[in-house]
């Protein structure tokens, strides 16, 4: 498995002869001119996970792609071709499986209706076990050998981040969804769970390809 972070939650997994692309958002661009993607997967709508303005050029220039999106993204971004994953659900891509957790975004604040997410755990054989929560802390995969972990939302706080990697208990971890921070609060938060979990955290902030070992 090679994962690369391409900014805030947009992440690459090359596993098992598969090229998946999760959450092309707008606080990104290094997704723009990806090429020879398998899957195309979307766990919310929010415009950070799907940009609407680039996401339709992205799927002219994989047509090969299937694509995947949680159920209400299809009543709010216009695509040319998707299929709905809802919680529960699972997908096959080749040797490559991918389950749906969770179901429901978290609250931001109590007058803001909650909308739907669905976290992603990505499994192939003999490869490690990969979760990307999307915008969710609430259901926690059994198996999981590398998290992606939300670093900061309008959503969340360290010491939910904290417990919520602590309940994973990945051997490993990246930070994702860190558009909106400054260095200084990757370094706190990136410092904190590297220290107060178990988990091994790795800045993947350069964009390069990143194998997970061990």
Known sequence: MQITHLGHAAVLVEVADRRILID???????????????????THQH??????????????NNPQAAVYVEPQVLGAVELDR?????????IDLGAVTVDAVGGLH?????DIPQIGNVGLVITAEGEPTLFHPGD??????????????PAY????AMKETIDFARAVDATHGFPIHD??????GVQLIYGRLG???GTTMHDLRDHRPWTPQG
Do not use: C, Q, Y
């Open 153 to 156: 939302g309008p959503w969340a």
């Open 106 to 110: 978290a609250i931001i604040h109590r």
């Open 179 to 184: 558009g909106l921070l400054a260095e200084r």
């Open 24 to 42: 092309p958002g707008n606080f990104s661009t290094e997704w723009h001119d990806l090429r020879d993607l398998d899957a195309v997967l979307v």
């Open 82 to 90: 998707a299929e709905p994953l809802a919680a529960d659900g699972s």
């Open 195 to 197: 220290a107060m979990t």
């Open 136 to 149: 969710s802390l609430a259901t926690v995969p059994k198996g999981v050998d590398v998290l992606a972990v």
């Open 47 to 60: 415009p950070d996970h799907i940009d609407p303005e680039h996401i339709g050029e992205l799927l002219v």
